[in-house]
């Protein structure tokens, strides 16, 4: 329970309007019936270093489609909110960069690229998504050209400390020492929060053609994907498993007219593709955020493309329905629950997720699981030997767990 004067205290940090007080809001089993919501940098750190000095601990928002990521927490005062942290600070059409608080949607950015023959490389599954969310959560979809990281060249951060530290810039030149960047895309808020993000655009693409190839044997399937995923003017390169026992990949070309065309012929000649229309992204997005009703698990596992046919084959023989993107080497694994699981049944499959994600050559994070599934795993695998690092570096950044604690890989 938040004390008065601990109320007051955040009321005055947080600024005019910035403290709401609502019914309680559930997450993962714990409850919490007050947001704030800071309006700006400085009233986003004095809020934190308030929090700090209190002991409370926060869950912090962004437009919350994915609210439900990570571990139960284990701390939960209020709900952070990035929603006043929103705008396009800077928009440089001659070095194809922009600079946008935390707390803008995506598509509000993409609606002020509109025209400027300039567009976003982030593309998160969800359409819902902000900046930070989309960084915070290293959420990729369909039309990712690489992880959120990639295509941010600057964050300014606030730490539970206070302070507000900036990484990087609006030109990649700008980078001195570590590339913090890195760290705090895809921490998932567990080590500071961000407060806006210098972004790398790409150019419109003259021309775009979407196309697919339908197989009935996961090797045949594979190699069209991975041949596709490699084509010059690649965007997208889905693979998805289709009905009983079919394979669907799904692709998007961009680019000059003439890669696209001869990308697109090649595709035709040597893998009998054929022309669909765009849709079909909106439903291998759709796709991806599905977990099955009346209960499910979705993982999201790393494959290296030499290992993706075994992975789809072992995981789908498992019960799975999946989808993959071969040019990002990562599967998406979907798996039914009875309506009151059986924790044997559970138990098998993440132990079976675990051992096809170690023979792929990567990890797994369980992207949506039931509250009552999460409790006593881990919903990010199993750390091993960098379990102290990470252990490390909350207790550096947050050591007092005000943000998301709990939540993020080894319970931190
Ligand atoms: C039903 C549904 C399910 C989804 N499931 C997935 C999924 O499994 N995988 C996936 O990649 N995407 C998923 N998405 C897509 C989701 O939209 C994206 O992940 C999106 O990027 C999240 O952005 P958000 O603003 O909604 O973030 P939120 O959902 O509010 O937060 C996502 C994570 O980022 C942290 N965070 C948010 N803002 C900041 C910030 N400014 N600074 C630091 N940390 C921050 C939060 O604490 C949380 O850990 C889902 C979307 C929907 C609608």
């Known amino acids: 329970m938040i004390a008065p004067d601990q109320i007051d ?78 705008g396009i600070e800077e928009f440089d059409a001659s070095e194809g960069v922009c600079h946008v608080q935390s707390g803008t949607p995506l598509r509000d950015v993409r609606d002020a690229l ?103 044997d996961a090797a045949g399937a594979c190699l069209a994907a991975i041949a596709a995923a490699r084509c010059v003017s690649r965007r997208v390169a889905a693979i998805a498993t289709n009905g009983a026992d079919g394979w669907r990949v799904v692709v998007e070309l961009a680019g000059d007219a003439p890669t696209v065309e001869r990308d697109l012929a090649w595709l035709r000649d040597e893998y009998g593709a054929s022309d669909t229309a765009q849709e079909a992204i909106e439903q291998i997005r759709d796709l991806q955020l599905e977990v099955p009703a009346p209960l499910g698990l979705r993982f999201r596992l790393g494959a290296l493309p030499s290992r993706l046919e075994s992975t ?33 049944d559970v138990e098998a499959i993440f132990h079976n997720v675990k051992s096809v994600a170690h023979s792929a050559g990567g990890g797994y994070v369980c992207e949506a699981a039931p509250t009552s599934v999460k409790a006593g795993r881990d919903m990010f695998g199993d750390l091993g030997a960098s379990a102290a690092i990470v252990r490390a570096l909350k207790q550096r950044f947050d050591p007092t767990g005000v943000l998301n604690p709990g939540r993020f890989a080894g319970r931190n």
Do not use: M
């Open 312 to 344: 789809l084959v072992e995981l789908r023989a498992g019960g799975a329905s999946l989808l993959a993107y071969p040019g990002l080497q990562l599967v998406y694994a979907s798996f039914s629950l009875d309506a009151s699981p059986d924790e044997a």
């Open 114 to 216: 509109a025209g400027s023959g300039w567009e976003l490389p982030l593309d998160p599954p969800g359409r819902d998504s902000t900046v930070g969310g989309c960084i915070a959560a290293a959420s990729v979809g369909p039309r990712a050209l690489g992880l959120p990281c990639d295509q941010v060249l600057g964050l300014t951060v606030s730490l539970t400390s206070g302070e507000r530290v900036r990484c990087g810039g609006r030109v990649v030149k700008n980078v001195t020492g570590y590339d913090l960047n890195k760290l705090y895309s895809g921490s998932f808020g567990s080590l500071g929060v961000i407060e806006s993000a210098w972004l790398r655009l790409r150019a419109v693409p003259e021309r775009s053609a979407s196309c697919e190839i339908q197989r009935s």
């Open 9 to 86: 205290a955040l009321r005055d940090a947080v600024g005019d309007g910035g403290l709401q007080e609502h019914a309680p809001v559930d997450l993962d089993g714990l409850t919490a019936a007050l947001t704030l919501s800071p309006a700006d940098g400085e009233g986003l750190s004095r809020t934190l270093a308030v929090l700090r000095n209190c002991g409370l601990a926060v869950a912090v928002r962004g437009s919350g489609s994915y609210a439900g990521v990570g571990n139960p927490p284990i701390g939960l005062d209020a709900f952070l909110s990035t929603g006043r942290l929103v």
